[in-house]
């Protein structure tokens, strides 16, 4: 298994400006996520961080918005950059190993955003 | 048409019910089939995965596949105060690592 941690836990921040969440795993991982999760709505995924490389984003999500690093096999950030109202939510970040199969993923508490 | 359906509730249940939680998907490929549970306030945590079809159970609790109706299921038994959250399934193809979740149902015992 592995401890994911976050941060900021929660933040309340100004239309326009942006925000730039850490994720850290306590173990060498090979995949890390992000997510958002909206109030009564799933999980949606926003795109893999690649170690080393440029994050993959799923469709609707685009870097200049939610730009991404990953430095290393154990830690990633998430930027979501010039906000609005409408990108109040929850972030989660997530991570597992792969191994063929199944391969189970572990979230982090997730930070709670508010966009004013 | 979601990928993943699943009612919201909420639903609340008196201590010691069966709790029965249920999603629906549309497509076939899914392999993998998770039921993950969340705390107010925390991520979600995995409680369960199923291969294929076939049932599962882990102490008090019971997954369910049936793939021929694309319909899978979650029992709690004796439910207690403290499975008081929010459920989520989820669906992976094999091989595969991203996640295809439903809404969440959100369960409440009441004491």
């Known amino acids: 298994s592995a401890v994911i941690s976050q941060k900021p836990s929660r933040d309340i921040c100004q239309r326009g400006t942006s925000l730039t969440i850490q994720c850290q795993v306590d173990?060498?991982?090979?995949?890390m996520f992000w997510y958002r999760q909206q109030p009564g709505q799933s999980l949606t995924l926003i795109a893999t961080?690649?170690?080393?490389?440029?994050?993959?984003?799923e469709s609707g999500f685009v870097i200049d918005k939610f730009p991404i690093s990953r430095p290393n096999l154990t830690f990633s950030t998430l930027t979501v950059s010039n906000m609005s109202p409408e990108d109040s939510s929850i972030y989660l970040c997530?991570?597992?190993?792969?191994?063929?199969?199944?391969?189970?993923?572990?979230f982090g508490p997730g930070t709670r955003l508010t966009v004013l | 048409q979601k990928e993943v359906e699943q009612d919201p509730g909420p639903l609340s249940v008196p201590e010691g019910a069966i709790v029965s939680l249920n999603c629906t998907y549309s497509?076939?490929?899914?392999?993998?089939f998770m039921w993950y549970r969340q705390y107010s306030r925390k991520g979600p945590e995995l409680l369960m995965y199923?291969?294929?079809?076939g049932n599962k159970e882990d102490g008090r609790f019971t997954a369910q596949v049936d793939k021929s109706s694309k319909y899978i299921s979650l029992f709690i038994r004796d439910s207690q105060p403290s499975d008081s959250a929010t459920y989520l399934c989820?669906?992976?193809?094999?091989?595969?690592?991203?996640?295809?979740f439903g809404a969440g149902t959100t369960v409440t015992v009441r004491a």
């Open positions: 497509n076939s490929a899914f392999q993998y």
């Open positions: 173990s060498q991982v090979t995949m």
């Open positions: 961080a690649n170690q080393g490389s440029e994050a993959t984003y």
């Open positions: 989820a669906m992976a193809f094999s091989n595969d690592y991203k996640l295809s």
């Open positions: 199923t291969y294929s079809s």
């Open positions: 997530s991570a597992g190993t792969s191994g063929g199969g199944y391969n189970e993923q572990f």
